[in-house]
């Protein structure tokens, strides 16, 4: 066990403020994924900023008509509240997508957008990895490496592995927003489509957020209708990862969305794809995955992505 110091913040701007006083310090809430990184001798902070009692755990309308959602909504309070079953459905079944329903209970709104990459060779320390340490290499570019879980698309030599959130691929297709704050005092309202980064050559950075700001809501517009239908392939029933998902708004003139997820670094959506939604999924397929570079391990997910898709079709039809 590697010792670490603990402060529990009392509001937002203490918390940015102890973090810029304590570089590399990490913020914490629920700590599903944090805490067992911690355990797992791959992240290893020295300081821990408790941020859950900051108030941040309500859900409010916004004068435009969406929906604010605090950082700290837990998985399950967002998928039940009347609101957001009734408005964005597609949110809903994202995440009752997602881990176990304990999990569910303890996971926050923002802690999920923070979730690391998720790759076999990530977890296993005894594997160099580039997003675990910088200039290690990348085992899962190895001759031999196992690669069925890994990214077909926005990927770099440097980094093969996809984005884990179920959440995150909903909020993609229904344009949400993350709000952030700095030590400084600064405010940032990010669009989800900038929020997580493609690896390119530096893959230990997922997200664009500056040492020390932090999370404090996300941004739903106004609800754009339509049917809203998510659906994830995995390799068992219950608590894995996406191979592929598939997060579709259908409306009734045949126009919508696609987002997918289990594919990239970050939930995948190309606005140009959805322009073919009338043509069906074949001709979406070929502009959302336009430049993919499968591995021979997990070439299937072109293919299956684009059947998940026909039969969200058929099922929104």
Known sequence: MKPFSYHRASDAAQAVARAAELPGARFIAGGTNLLDLMKL???????????NGLGLDQITETPAGGLRIGTLVSN?????????????????RAIAAGASGQLRNKATTGG??????????FYDTAMPCNKRLPGSGCAASTPGA?????????????????HP??????????????????????RREIPLESFHRLPGAMPEHDTVLRPGELITHVTLPAPVGGRQLYHKVRDRASYAFAL???????????????A????APKPWR????????????????????????????????IPLATRTLAALLKEAA
């Open 41 to 51: 001798g791959i992240e290893a902070p020295a300081h821990l900023i408790d941020v």
């Open 76 to 92: 399950t309070a967002l998928s039940a509240d009347d609101r957001v079953r009734r408005d964005y459905p597609l949110l809903t």
């Open 112 to 121: 999920n957008l923070l979730q690391r990459t998720r790759c076999p060779y």
């Open 146 to 162: 196992v690669t069925r879980p890994l990214g077909v698309i926005g990927t770099s030599q440097a980094c093969l592995a996809t």
């Open 165 to 186: 959130s179920d959440m995150a691929v909903a909020l993609r297709a229904l344009d949400a927003e993350v709000g952030t704050l700095s030590a400084d005092g600064a």
């Open 244 to 258: 592929v998902s598939v997060a579709l708004i259908l409306q009734p003139d045949g126009t919508g969305r696609v």
């Open 260 to 263: 997918l997820g289990g594919v």
């Open 270 to 301: 190309r606005p140009e794809a959805d322009a073919a939604l009338p043509r069906g999924a074949g001709a979406v397929m070929e502009r959302l995955l336009e430049g993919a570079r499968p591995l021979s391990g997990n070439a299937f997910k």
